[in-house]
T-cell receptor, first 111, second 108 residues
């Protein structure tokens, strides 16, 4: 158990819908990262937040957005969902940089 | 961005050593990591090495880094069936770039 929690574990939704994925980092970690794992793209970095501020963006679509709240939990919002958004979404946390500990992931299925 | 490459498959016999290799392109990557992913599970951080180190040993795991060739390897000594999983190499400073993963199969 890494100490990073993610909810929900599974999510099934229809095209065009909007979903919110939630992540709670390890106690004391100020950095939260979001990654997407899909069969065709592999593991890709989406976005990094540190203590509430966005620090870096990767291959994140404009339909996706994230935020980190004062209690350091983070949410990833995915809107106008397409079939190709079906993937495993991971959250990771670290103190700042360095060791990133991953949560168990949220498996999103878009039908 | 960073390009990280790994071979896709490796099979070894139980008790033998496994060596999983990885190459990366960006010499400014501060950290290099090895993660393990079992079926249906998340990514487990196995070990990592700072870019200014050559080697790190942690129980059955040995990481070797060749900075000149931008080559990273993970050696698992006395490989067990429980080591069967996908192993990901990752490189970066903050955001990580991952390889495709190497599926390790341990034959009893």
């Amino acid at each position: 158990d890494s100490g990073v929690t993610q909810t929900p574990k599974h999510l099934i939704t229809a095209t065009g819908q909007r979903v919110t994925l939630r992540c709670s980092p390890r106690s004391g970690d100020l950095s939260v990262y979001w990654y997407q794992q899909s069969l065709d793209q592999g593991l890709q970095f989406l976005i990094h937040y540190y203590n509430g501020e966005e620090r870096a963006k990767g291959n994140i679509l404009e339909r996706f957005s994230a935020q980190q709240f004062p209690d350091l939990h983070s949410e990833l919002n995915l809107s106008s969902l397409e079939l190709g958004d079906s993937a495993l979404y991971f959250c990771a946390s670290s103190v700042f940089a360095g060791e990133q500990y991953f949560g168990p992931g949220t498996r999103l299925t878009v039908t | 961005g960073e390009d990280v490459e790994q071979s896709l498959f490796l099979s070894v016999r139980e008790g033998d050593s496994s060596v999983i290799n990885c190459t990366y392109t960006d010499s400014s990557s501060t950290y290099l990591y090895w993660y393990k992913q079992e079926p249906g599970a998340g990514l487990q951080l196995l070990t990592y090495i700072f870019s200014n180190m050559d080697m790190k040993q942690d129980q059955r795991l040995t990481v070797l880094l060749n900075k000149k060739d931008k080559h990273l390897s993970l050696r698992i000594a006395d490989t067990q069936t429980g080591d069967s999983a996908i192993y990901f190499c990752a490189a970066g400073a903050n955001n990580l770039f991952f390889g495709t993963g190497t599926r390790l199969t341990v034959i009893p």
